[in-house]
């Protein structure tokens, strides 16, 4: 069954630096999506990307978040100079039209030191 | 825009007792909603989903959810409750159709199975 399959499961970086976070979405799907969860809080949406660009984002998508999809099958969400505060597990999704849900990968969890 | 409310935050039930997590939305259009479970330091696992059609919807693990328009609701039960089903719960919602599916949670209900 296809999947979305996100790397590393866990990183740890110092704060300051740089973080990419991959994620292979299934290879059909047009919609792609972070969201992020920060220890013991719910899930929330940091942005969508479709055709190229950014469609929607929330107003936690600041300007040192950004996303790429490099190539045809990855997604990135890059962190530009990391804070403590953006420790969270980071979840990617994809979805196309035909689904009636995204699918959600298993998750980055991110820890900033 | 839409929104989903989780009554509580922590539900303990004995195993073998009924599980109910209570889940009300607000959307302006006609919804898609959904049950995720959790597992401690894990990825979000769909219990079950309401898109169209029959109201009363089954999922895994014995889950089911009925969707009540009048209500605004979309409740999660499960006849009796096992110790794995120990686990956060979060209730999420998403506009029908188009492809375009963000979607939105509710802030979590952490099930306590006691023995």
């Known amino acids: 069954e296809p999947e979305v399959t996100q790397t590393p499961s866990h990183q740890v970086t110092q704060m300051g630096q740089e973080v990419i976070l991959r994620c292979v979405p299934i290879s059909n799907h047009l919609y792609f999506y972070w969201y992020r969860q920060i220890l013991g809080q719910k899930v929330e949406f940091l942005v969508s990307?479709?055709?190229?660009?950014?469609?929607?984002k929330s107003e936690i998508f600041d300007d040192q978040f950004s996303v790429e999809r490099p190539d045809g099958s990855n997604f990135t969400l890059k962190i530009r100079s990391t804070k403590l505060e953006d420790s969270a597990m980071y979840f990617c999704?994809?979805?196309?039209?035909?689904?009636?849900?995204?699918?959600f990968g298993q998750g980055t969890r991110l820890t900033v030191v | 825009a839409q929104s989903v409310t989780q009554l509580g935050s922590h539900v303990s039930v004995s195993e073998g007792a009924l599980v109910l997590l209570r889940c009300n939305y607000s959307s302006s259009v006609p919804p898609y909603l959904f049950w995720y479970v959790q597992y401690p330091n894990q990825g979000l696992q769909l219990l079950l989903k309401?898109?169209?059609?029959?109201?009363l919807v089954k999922g895994i693990n014995g889950f089911e959810a009925e969707f009540k328009k009048s209500e605004t609701s979309f409740h999660l039960t499960k006849p009796s409750a096992h110790m794995s089903d120990a686990a956060e719960y979060f209730c999420a919602v998403s506009d029908q159709g188009g492809g375009y599916q963000k979607v939105t949670f509710g802030t979590g209900t952490k099930l306590q199975v006691i023995p």
């Open positions: 999704a994809s979805g196309t039209s035909g689904n009636t849900e995204a699918f």
């Open positions: 309401y898109t169209t059609g029959a109201t």
């Open positions: 990307f479709y055709n190229n660009e950014i469609s929607e």
